[in-house]
C-alpha cells in the first residue's frame, strides 16, 4: 500500500472515530436533558445548542466518508450502458462539476466564517464561525477525494466498474454473498 492510501485509511478512520464521538455526545446531551427536566424541573440550559452544533457537524463529516466510499445518491442508467471512453468521459465531467461545487461551497463558507466571527451562540458563547467552518473543511477534504480519483482515472489506474459510481442494492447483495462463499484463496468452498 502507497503512502497516500495508508494515509488516507488513517483520516478515514480518524473521521468515524470523530463521528461517533459526536454521536454519542449528542445523545448524552439531549437524553441527560430530557431525565433533568421531567425528573428534576430543571436542564443543562447548553445542551440542546451543544447537540446542534455536533449534528452539523456529523453531518459534514459524514458527507466526507460517504463521498469516499460512492454511497451518494446517483443514477448511473445511462453510464452503465457506455463504453469505456464514455464512462471515463461522463466520470472525469461529474467529478469537475463536484470540484465546481465544492469551490462555491468552500467560498460561500469562508464568507460566511468570516462574517459570523463576532457572532457567539445565547448559551454557550461559543462563535458561529465554528459552524460555519466545517463547509471549508468538508470541501477540502471531499476536493483531495476527487483530485485523487480524477488522477486514478487520467492516469488509466481504475478499471471499467469503477467508472460507475453508484451501487444498486442488488449489486451489494450479490457482493456479500460472493465474499461469504470464498475463502482465503478466492476460492469457492464445497
Not at 39 to 60: D, H, K, Q
Not at 134 to 152: H, N, P, T, W, Y
Request: net charge neutral; charged share 20%; proline share 1%.
Amino acid at each position: 500500500m502507497c503512502l497516500v492510501e495508508v494515509l488516507i485509511q488513517r483520516v478515514y478512520s480518524f473521521l468515524k472515530l470523530i463521528i461517533a464521538l459526536f454521536l454519542s455526545l449528542m445523545a448524552i446531551f439531549v437524553f441527560g436533558n430530557v431525565v433533568l427536566r421531567y425528573a428534576f424541573n430543571s436542564g443543562i440550559t447548553w445542551s440542546e445548542e451543544v447537540s446542534r452544533f455536533l449534528f452539523i457537524w456529523l453531518i459534514f463529516l459524514g458527507a466526507i466518508l460517504a463521498l469516499k466510499d460512492n454511497e451518494h445518491l446517483g443514477v448511473d442508467s445511462i453510464v452503465k450502458k457506455l463504453p469505456l471512453k464514455g464512462k471515463k468521459i461522463v466520470y472525469v465531467i461529474s467529478n469537475l462539476l463536484m470540484i465546481i461545487t465544492l469551490i462555491l461551497i468552500f467560498d460561500g463558507s469562508w464568507k460566511l466564517t468570516i462574517i459570523n466571527m463576532d457572532q457567539s451562540a445565547p448559551a454557550t458563547g461559543m462563535s458561529y464561525a465554528y459552524i460555519y467552518m466545517i463547509g471549508m473543511v468538508m470541501s477540502v477534504c471531499m476536493g483531495l477525494i476527487i483530485i485523487l480519483r480524477l488522477f486514478r482515472a487520467l492516469s488509466n489506474k481504475m478499471s471499467e466498474s469503477e467508472f460507475v459510481m453508484t451501487t444498486d442494492s442488488e449489486e451489494l447483495v450479490e457482493q456479500m454473498e460472493l465474499e461469504h462463499t470464498k475463502d482465503g484463496k478466492g476460492e469457492k468452498m464445497s
